[in-house]
């Protein structure tokens, strides 16, 4: 495999996708690219948007175990790992595992958990483990989360911390379609698709987990000049002194955006990371790990509007 089968890889993939999914082929390369670099996404949008959809069509895609936990205010740290259970026929406790173990696990409205519940996510999240009572168990690789959040509805929910909040590779913003791809998604449903019956698409896998350690190995080959390593570093060093945020991104983040960006070329059949690699992934990679002073968002700005005024100002290295 070299960078062109990526490349059509990629292309099939984006092709399956379509069959389920209504203009979403942006978000399912950077889901591909948080996979590759075992990276974990926020997908961020207002109910009814195929959040959900797209976490499962992206497991079928790659033949991965899917796994949906629904995030309550009750929700415990047991629910999501998992338990022991003494049974009285053996007269010895059993380890019961949680939804947790599972290749790609959608978290719904995760925003809704208490803190006991999301210390243990991000356990698993940085870890790729959790602890039950005492006792470390692995998860399995492929192992991401797809995490949903509802920006609209703020009854109920908890802010996620910056912590963990700084373990998603991706934010990714899942808007309203435009009318005719709207248009598009009612005919689909006219002519009796069912996002809950996917296997009447016929979905054919695209790669199996398996590849996925020889095409992290490609990625690892994709060439990084000195002078984009240094523009990496100059953004997210530009974002912690802009007068238009209060926080700055993270080393976290620059690593994020360069491993990211590495994915991204391969992808695409390149063999080298481009400047417009680094610009594509800025808005995704840091929007979710900034945060803005009040005075700006008083003028209406967000974090991508800043970014694209840090961009203006920093030298594109050539």
């Known amino acids: 495999?070299?960078?062109?089968?990526?490349?059509?890889?990629?292309?099939?993939?984006?092709?399956?996708?379509?069959?389920?999914?209504?203009?979403?082929?942006?978000?399912?390369?950077?889901?591909?690219?948080?996979?590759?670099?075992?990276?974990?996404?926020?997908?961020?949008?207002?109910?009814?948007?195929?959040?959900?959809?797209?976490?499962?069509?992206?497991?079928?895609?790659?033949?991965?175990?899917?796994?949906?936990?629904?995030?309550?205010?009750?929700?415990?740290?047991?629910?999501?790992?998992?338990?022991?259970?003494?049974?009285?026929?053996?007269?010895?406790?059993?380890?019961?595992?949680?939804?947790?173990?599972?290749?790609?696990?959608?978290?719904?409205?995760?925003?809704?958990?208490?803190?006991?519940?999301?210390?243990?996510?991000?356990?698993?999240?940085?870890?790729?483990?959790?602890?039950?009572?005492?006792?470390?168990?692995?998860?399995?690789?492929?192992?991401?989360?797809?995490?949903?959040?509802?920006?609209?509805?703020?009854?109920?929910?908890?802010?996620?911390?910056?912590?963990?909040?700084?373990?998603?590779?991706?934010?990714?913003?899942?808007?309203?379609?435009?009318r005719k791809a709207e248009t598009e998604v009612l005919r689909r449903y006219h002519r009796g698709f069912n996002a809950n019956n996917l296997d009447a698409l016929n979905l054919k896998p695209v790669l199996r987990p398996e590849h996925l350690a020889q095409i992290r190995k490609i990625v690892q080959q994709v060439r990084v000049e000195d002078g984009v390593l240094s523009y990496i570093s100059a953004i997210t060093h530009a974002t912690r002194s802009g007068a238009e945020l209060a926080h700055g991104a993270s080393t976290r983040a620059g690593v994020a955006l360069l491993l990211a960006s590495k994915a991204l070329a391969a992808l695409r059949g390149r063999d080298y990371v481009s400047p417009d690699d680094i610009k594509m992934l800025v808005a995704p990679t840091l929007r979710h790990r900034v945060y803005l002073r009040p005075e700006a968002e008083i003028e209406g700005l967000n974090a991508d509007a800043v970014f694209q005024r840090l961009l203006s100002q920093l030298e594109v290295p050539r």
Do not use: C, W
Request: no cysteine; hydrophobic share 45%.
């Open 1 to 178: 495999m070299n960078q062109q089968n990526l490349q059509i890889l990629l292309q099939r993939l984006q092709e399956q996708a379509a069959r389920a999914l209504v203009g979403q082929s942006s978000t399912i390369e950077l889901l591909l690219v948080a996979l590759i670099v075992r990276g974990h996404v926020l997908l961020e949008g207002p109910p009814g948007t195929a959040k959900t959809l797209i976490a499962k069509t992206l497991a079928r895609l790659v033949n991965a175990q899917f796994g949906r936990i629904q995030f309550t205010p009750d929700l415990m740290p047991s629910d999501v790992v998992g338990t022991t259970v003494f049974d009285l026929q053996s007269n010895q406790f059993n380890l019961q595992r949680g939804p947790i173990f599972t290749q790609i696990l959608l978290a719904d409205e995760i925003n809704r958990a208490p803190a006991k519940t999301q210390a243990a996510l991000l356990e698993a999240m940085e870890e790729r483990q959790v602890t039950i009572e005492g006792d470390t168990q692995t998860l399995p690789e492929p192992f991401i989360v797809i995490a949903t959040q509802n920006p609209i509805e703020m009854d109920g929910t908890y802010p996620l911390p910056e912590a963990q909040l700084d373990r998603f590779l991706f934010k990714i913003l899942v808007d309203y379609l435009p």
